[in-house]
């Protein structure tokens, strides 16, 4: 076999590139340590026993018997079984304050403020158990809870703001559906719900009840973000749909569906009838377009947004709208053929006159709505419609044509989808059905993740045969069974994980359990964790005293008419904020630069699991950056504002940094630190009255790049 | 507290007490000890004959036929139609000459346009590659697929690949450096990382007044910059010591120290003052000049004296480069600005001996139409030219030939796939092994295909 072929296991197609079909024939699975034992597998030969743990259906598994010392609650029997397995000793559980440091940025991403600490601790010293979970709730209750769970979805769904085709258009309305993730995880949506609204909001927005019409539409921004690539509308579309259903796949079953678009998955049983049994379903749906291209010589406008108006509400003002066209249309023909017969001293005012109507006309059919019609980023049914199959992925060269349908392994019977219809309410009932266990195991999984820094399975979008196996399966189907008894509630699961021992371990070192368990699989401790981009952010600002904890509204892109991006000159723009990270504008072509440096998502593809590098430009922000020295002089003069005594100021700032009191040794040396500081700045030409705030300036910004700062315990 | 420095003694060590060489050869000596540093210089995967990449990219699809391609047939029959299946989907166009000429060079007698005639003294190094060609005849695309080998879904750049490949030479310096004034097609996307570690992305460097964002300190005097890292590592060891053990604690730690070797050794980078008249002259780099071509050039010399990796180039953004769709003529001022510098490159490299282990490319994204109502051209992607200089490629030659037109490679083709297996050749990487898994499958910077061009290597 050669390399070529071992390597080249499925994916991107380049154009042209018919090479990959030709490898596929001679593949074999990679022959790394993790999937050495993963073999080719023919979906229709497979008996029960030998099926993919994650295919087979769900089980409710018993909490084991273990040891009394380790409690009652079905999490920490689960995991004490496996320390018992392994002759690991859990570390000990970490004290109120490091939970309550770690409740607040796992729930909702920001530190508590001094109030919120002496409020925790006060009730930590009366019923401390009770404190804990008047905590969780407290939290699970705040609007700021679901910026911070959002954002998590936010990269799963490759949110941006806009299209990524090769100017990189805005796309105003896409922060609706941002919005809508927020106030989703805000309101515990139940799960199936939420994923039901997201694949087929649109039609679910049509039957009665009509309680959440605008939501519902808004909601299918999850297809409509779809990337979009080159210049004209709809252009290489079998890569955008590539896109949508290889984030579909990611996204709901853990399942690299993508594989499947140039020949049969080498691992999961997944086909190539399958991924476009998918791509009809897609295909028979109304993407919205954004633009492109802009310019005065050559328009595309955007087009096909859906309305956010029923069709009672949207006739009227589609006729006049549809009127005022129609007349500007009939003054322009009539202009036209006065200019065919006119003295030559007129021709002049009619051309100008026909051109203010052009320019008009292009106005009113720039929005790609009527007039007064709210739009959103969203999709509808088009005309019903199967496709054929595309050998190696290539549209020139295509098939038998699939019905529309979901993955057929995974499906007892085949979708019932009415032939008018997408499919899509069809797609999304099996996705959320009774047979459906991977739609459950995926979101425990993301849940569990972002407390504890690692799933259960620790490739969270890949739960396929090439993924990792979990570390403790009978939790993870203990966990979605729960899911699913609960209706679906995302905070049940977190009020599960957050009330366990497990979760509540200190993360501090253990020699014995590390020459055991040295990755900490097992969970003896709990990993300690950098904070990711946007709580890094927000936690600057929000200690300095400069967050802005308002909805921000719409991003102040420029009015539509001043649009002229095209790919030599593409939208490019940055803009200043003092609101919450997970509503900075996010461009495709360019990442934001905080975000970038500090390991934010990629906004290009769904992203399951952030990096977290340490590298110098990093340090050199921290140390240099204007932006910082920003901050740390909003942060000094907070402190400078609340107290005249220098004590009292550095017990404000470790209460704001760490939520932990100063010890007498870092008041001294803060102090004594700060007399250094203000004695240099006596040789400096800074201005006597301002030295004070320059000496808690460096202090400031001392603590905020801190590891203390930027780590979990 | 036995771990901490006496906060006041930092008032004796000043920064410039720690010369940047003594820093960067204990960094050195500290990465190699380590092993893990995620950029520690790792072994080839055959002796490699390149141990550097100058990657220069001309934005905007340079014209084959008025540059390197001469096609003097393309002047016999100008204003001749032709007609072929796929020609931009028209199937009549008059054929348009270039309205530059053409002369031989050197030894080897090798023809270039009067566009580049500094490029003309030193065509005995020069591979042209008249062959290459890619898949889409779109800038954003073609931009990415000479990046990233893939024109559509991002994915690592070359520069990237290196970095993760072969580690760096200078742990004070990024690993993969792009000299960039203009964003290009395609944004930042093309000097990114995408699925490989982050410390393998590329960092733009902007000529100007500061290359390299946030290296001087905001502080009011040097003194309390020190006592502010001072401060710092106080606290940061007082955090760790009931921490011992965690690795991560103690890389942000020394994240801090090499941060100060950058901001020691990045302004001497950028420092012109030890370099002669000569030099400067030779660059064509006038007094004070911190931004043109030359200056970017001779930075890039100089990068790569400093053990930077992979040093890019791109010559302008995605607007007012080399697309030249309205006139030919709008060639000349692109060329003028970058002739002069990349031959001065070219020399001062192989002056200085270092041209042996460094490879330089020179490329575009795509060529453009022989055929043409004129004066300009439009895209053209299924032939075009490149070069390759130095790094055990063979100079003085031409390598692949296209029609009479230069419409399509009629012999020895290039696919972009190849041109990239080839440059990681000399660099010592096998383009098949140099793997990274990412969603449940390896991949690699060509794809499934390439192969290296082995008649072209010395």
């Known amino acids: 076999m050669t390399h070529a072929a071992k390597l080249a296991l499925w994916g991107i197609l380049l154009i042209g590139s018919g090479s990959l079909a030709q490898a596929w024939t001679e593949l074999s699975p990679p022959d790394d340590e993790d999937h050495a034992d993963v073999e080719s597998v023919d979906p229709q030969t497979l008996t029960e026993d030998e099926t993919h743990w994650a295919f087979r259906p769900l089980s409710d598994p018993t909490p084991p018997a273990v040891s009394d010392a380790y409690g009652d609650h079905p999490i920490d029997r689960f995991i004490a079984a496996g320390w018992e397995h392994r002759g690991l000793t859990p570390v000990a559980t970490a004290t109120p304050r490091v939970l309550m440091r770690r409740l607040y940025f796992d729930l909702i991403g920001l530190p508590p403020t001094p109030d919120q600490i002496r409020a925790f601790e006060e009730a930590s010293r009366n019923d401390p158990d009770a404190a804990y979970s008047e905590l969780i709730e407290q939290l699970l209750a705040s609007p700021h809870y679901g910026e911070r769970w959002g954002r998590h979805w936010m990269d799963v769904v490759r949110y941006a703001d806009t299209a990524g085709d090769n100017a990189d258009y805005p796309i105003p309305e896409a922060s609706l559906y941002r919005d809508y993730i927020i106030d989703a995880f805000n309101s515990d949506m139940p799960y199936d719900q939420f994923v039901r609204e997201q694949l087929a909001g649109d039609i ?186 595309q050998y190696d992925g290539d549209p020139a060269q295509t098939g038998d044509v699939v019905p529309r349908g979901a993955i057929a392994s995974l499906s007892p019977e085949p979708l019932a989808i009415p032939p008018q219809t997408s499919g899509r309410l069809q797609l999304a009932d099996w996705l959320t059905g009774p047979n459906q266990a991977l739609t459950s195991r995926v979101m425990v999984n993301r849940i569990w993740q972002h407390h504890f820094g690692r799933g259960l399975v620790a490739t969270p979008s890949n739960f396929g045969r090439s993924g990792s196996q979990p570390s403790h399966p009978e939790l993870m189907d203990f966990l979605a069974s729960e899911f699913i008894d609960s209706g679906w509630s995302i905070k049940q699961i977190h009020r599960l994980i957050l009330t366990s021992k497990t979760w509540q371990l200190s993360s501090t070192d253990d020699a014995s359990n590390m020459a055991i368990d040295p990755g900490n699989t097992l969970l003896w401790r709990h990993d300690r964790r950098r904070l990711s981009a946007e709580p890094i952010r927000d936690a600057m600002l929000s200690v300095s005293g400069t967050l802005d904890l308002t909805r921000p509204g719409p991003h102040p892109f ?59 430009p990093q340090s050199l922000y921290l140390m240099n950056s204007p932006e910082m020295t920003i901050i740390a002089s909003d942060f000094a003069s907070r402190l400078m504002s609340e107290s005249d005594d220098v004590s009292a100021r550095i017990e404000n700032a470790y209460r704001l940094c760490f939520a932990r009191a100063a010890t007498r040794d870092e008041i001294e040396r803060g102090t004594a630190s700060l007399s250094d500081l203000l004695g240099v700045l006596e040789s400096t030409d800074v201005p006597t009255e301002d030295r004070e705030r320059e000496a808690w300036t460096s202090y400031c910004r001392v603590l905020l790049s801190s590891n203390e700062f930027f780590y979990l315990d | 507290m036995s ?48 141990k550097q990449l100058v990657f220069v990219f001309l934005t905007g699809g340079f014209s084959h036929v008025d540059t390197f391609d001469p096609k003097p047939q393309l002047a016999v029959d100008h204003g001749k139609t032709v007609s072929a299946e796929d020609l931009r989907n028209i199937t009549t166009q008059p054929l348009l000459k270039s309205p530059f000429t053409f002369r031989r060079y050197g030894e080897s007698g090798l023809e270039i346009s009067e566009l580049f005639p500094h490029l003309g003294t030193v065509v005995d190094e020069l591979c042209i590659i008249r062959s290459l060609h890619t898949d889409i005849l779109e800038h954003f695309q073609s931009v990415l697929a000479m990046h990233t080998g893939s024109a559509t879904v991002p994915m690592p750049s070359l520069g990237s690949w290196l970095s993760y490949g072969l580690g760096t030479l200078n742990p004070n310096l990024p690993p993969y450096m792009v000299l960039c004034e203009h964003l290009p097609y395609a944004g930042s996307q093309v ?115 400093q053990g930077v990796r992979v040093v890019e180039l791109i010559d302008s953004g995605a607007s007012g480069n080399w697309d030249s769709h309205g006139d030919m003529q709008a060639h000349r001022p692109m060329a003028k600005r970058a002739d002069q510098p990349l031959a001065a490159l070219i020399t001062d490299l192989r002056q200085r001996g270092m041209l042996d282990e460094t490879l330089v490319m020179i490329c575009t994204e795509f060529g453009r139409t022989p055929w043409d109502p004129g004066p300009g051209r439009n895209h053209w992607h299924r032939a075009f030219s490149s070069l390759l200089v130095g790094g055990g490629v063979k100079g003085g030659i031409a390598h692949g030939e296209t029609d009479e037109y230069g419409i399509l490679p009629v012999k020895d083709a290039v696919h972009v796939h190849d041109y990239h297996a080839t440059i990681l050749h000399q660099l010592g990487l096998d383009h098949t092994q140099l793997t990274y898994r990412y969603a449940g499958r390896d991949f690699r910077l060509t794809d499934v295909s390439g192969e290296v061009i082995h008649e072209i290597l010395a």
Request: a negative charge; aromatic letters at 8%; proline letters at 6%.
């Open chain 1, 558 to 616: 420029a009015p539509m008419q001043d649009w002229k991006y095209t790919q030599h000159n593409q939208f490019k723009d940055c803009y200043e904020s003092t609101h919450r990270s997970v509503y900075l504008m996010t461009q495709r072509i360019q990442r934001h630069p905080f975000l970038a440096l500090f390991d934010g998502p990629d906004t290009n593809t769904t992203t399951a699991l952030r990096t977290t590098s340490t590298v110098t």
């Open chain 2, 191 to 305: 000097w990114d990382c995408s699925f490989l570690p982050p410390e393998h992305q590329g960092t733009r460097i902007m000529p100007g007044d500061e290359p390299i964002p946030n290296l001087t300190t905001q502080a009011k005097s040097s003194t309390i910059a020190e006592l502010e890292r001072q401060m710092l590592r106080d606290v940061n060891e007082a955090h760790a010591a009931d921490r011992a053990g965690d690795p991560n604690l103690r890389a942000r730690i020394n994240s801090f120290h090499t941060a100060r070797g950058m901001m020691q050794v990045a302004p001497q980078l950028f420092d012109l003052t030890q370099e002669t008249a000569a030099t400067l002259d030779l660059y064509g780099i006038a007094e004070a000049d911190h931004t043109s071509f030359g200056w970017q050039c001779l930075m890039a010399r100089r990068m790569i004296e």
């Open chain 1, 204 to 389: 679910l927005a049509k039957q009665e009840p009509r309680e959440r019409f605008q939501e519902q539409i808004i909601a299918t921004g999850f297809l409509a973000l779809s990337r979009r690539y080159a210049t004209g509308p709809y252009e290489l579309w079998h890569l955008t749909l590539e896109d949508t259903i290889d984030t579909f796949g990611r996204a709901f079953l853990g399942l690299t569906l993508r594989c499947a678009r140039c020949h049969e998955h080498k691992f999961d049983p997944v086909t190539t009838e399958d991924y476009y049994a998918l791509y009809g379903i897609f295909d028979s749906t109304q993407f919205p377009w954004a633009g492109a291209e802009e310019t005065h010589s050559k328009k595309l406008p955007r087009m096909h947004f859906a309305s956010l108006l029923s069709e009672e509400v949207e006739a009227p003002l589609r006729a006049t709208f549809d009127q005022e066209l129609a007349d500007i249309a009939s003054q322009k023909s009539t202009l036209e053929e006065q200019l065919a017969s006119c003295e030559e001293s007129e021709q002049d005012r009619i051309k100008k006159e026909i051109e203010g109507l052009d320019r008009k006309l292009t106005a009113l059919r720039r929005p790609g709505l009527p007039t007064g019609v709210p739009g959103a980023y969203a999709v509808y049914d088009r005309e019903a419609h199967d496709v054929a199959v």
């Open chain 2, 3 to 50: 771990h901490h420095t006496h906060r006041r003694d930092f008032l004796k060590c000043s920064a410039a007490g720690l010369t940047a060489g003594l820093l960067n050869d204990r960094l050195c000596v500290a990465a190699r000890a380590a092993g893990g540093h995620p950029l520690a210089p790792r072994p080839s995967h055959h002796p490699a004959k390149a």
